[in-house]
Every structure is written in C-alpha cells, then in structure tokens.
T-cell receptor, first 118, second 112 residues
Framework: GAGVSQSPSNKVTEKGKDVELRCDPISGHTALYWYRQSLGQGLEFLIYFQGNSAPDKSGLPSDRFSAERTGGSVSTLTIQRTQQEDSAVYLC????????????????FGEGSRLTVL | GESVGLHLPTLSVQEGDNSIINCAYSNSASDYFIWYKQESGKGPQFIIDIRSNMDKRQGQRVTVLLNKTVKHLSLQIAATQPGDSAVYFCAENIRGAQKLVFGQGTRLTINP
C-alpha cells in the first residue's frame, strides 16, 4: 500500500484479555518499529525489527508484551493479560533502512491502534 | 541518561506570525535529529530532519537549527497558518542505536 497500515484502529477490551495489533509496513521497507503513546505523552519505543536480524526488544515493558514479524513484512504486537495501564495508542513505523539511516533517516508512521482496557 | 525534552509544553501564536519550538537533548553521541507533527487522532508526520554535521536546514516555511555546543534543537515555522496547529515532537537517533528517542511534545495553537 501507499503507507503504513494498522488494524484495528480502535480496540476496547476487558482487563485480563489478550489483544493482537497488526501492522502492514510500506512495501520494501526493511525496518519496522513499534512505539506506544500514552495520552498527552511522547512516543515510547517498544521493539525494532530489521530484516532477518534478531529484533531489539529492549523497550518492551514486561513479558506480557511480544511481537513478531512474519516474512519480513507484516508484524503483530501481542499483549497478554491486558492491564488498564496498557491503554494507549500503539504506533507502527517502517523505514527503508533504519532510523537515521544513510539515505532517509525518517520513520514513516501509521495512524495507530488505540487500545482501551476497561 | 538518554532524554530529549522540550522547554515549553504549549505555545500559542497569532496566525501569520513566526513560531519557534525548542528542544534540548542530552546525548552527545546523537547524530541525527528529526521533527514530527502530529494532528489529533493521526500518526506523526515528518516535517524536517538534520544530521549532526549540519547547523541549519531549511524546508518550505520551516527551518531546523542545531546547536551541538549546548545540545539544543529548534524548529522555526514561518508565517503560521491554522493548519499548523498540532503537537510537535523532536526526536534523536543515538549513533548505533538505530531507533528514534522522542521528546514529550509541544502543542502549537495558531490563533486566527
């Protein structure tokens, strides 16, 4: 597609349920990022995938959070046993190389998935 | 530690005036800086970026200034328009880290 696509755009769930958020990056982009944005806050890094390399999971807040990227394209962020503090907008971004990379350093963001945990 | 912060959380400017949004960073190893604009309910959109070997870069109505001596970054928007109202984030890439570290954001409001 023309841009980064995320689904669902909105998700309301009950505390303790598992949720899956999906990201379709821009075709050909090797780097894929997940960020979390709480209300009125900046973007918090969660995880980074680059090609076939092992992902950088240093930003995942707990072992309830996991992500995978299949075939170097689509990525799924899974949150198990959701808690109210998980409520946030989850943003996915992709890049042709990497953040700050040699050609274009920018990340291209999707519209986000807004998660509300009741 | 690693941090990118903003001096002012909110800024109001009269339409047609120029605006300046400031950002401080703490990591001298950062080699790439970028400004994003985020409108309500949307993902961040790229505005302009600058590498650490530059002091200034200009785009259409926007200029980014980088002062490495005091670790300060600014975004200047000329002749502001109502559509410029949004939250603006600065972000840095720390050399070797391959990820952007974002600041808290500044809400810019353009008054008619």
């Amino acid at each position: 597609g023309a841009g980064v696509s995320q689904s669902p755009s909105n998700k309301v769930t009950e505390k303790g349920k598992d949720v899956e958020l999906r990201c379709d990056p821009i075709s050909g982009h090797t780097a894929l990022y997940w960020y979390r944005q709480s209300l009125g806050q900046g973007l918090e890094f969660l995880i980074y995938f680059q090609g076939n390399s092992a992902p950088d999971k240093s930003g995942l807040p707990s072992d309830r959070f996991s992500a995978e990227r299949t075939g170097g394209s689509v990525s799924t962020l899974t949150i198990q046993r959701t808690q109210q503090e998980d409520s946030a907008v989850y943003l996915c971004a992709s890049s042709p190389s990497r953040a700050g990379g040699p050609n274009t350093g920018e990340l291209f963001f999707g519209e986000g998935s807004r998660l509300t945990v009741l | 530690g690693e941090s990118v912060g903003l001096h002012l959380p909110t800024l109001s400017v009269q339409e047609g005036d120029n605006s300046i949004i400031n950002c401080a960073y703490s990591n001298s190893a950062s080699d790439y800086f970028i400004w994003y604009k985020q409108e309500s309910g949307k993902g961040p959109q790229f505005i302009i970026d600058i590498r650490s070997n530059m002091d200034k870069r200009q785009g259409q109505r926007v200029t980014v200034l980088l002062n490495k001596t005091v670790k300060h970054l600014s975004l200047q928007i000329a002749a502001t328009q109502p559509g410029d109202s949004a939250v603006y984030f600065c972000a840095e890439n720390i050399r070797g880290a391959q990820k952007l570290v974002f600041g808290q954001g500044t809400r810019l409001t353009i008054n008619p």
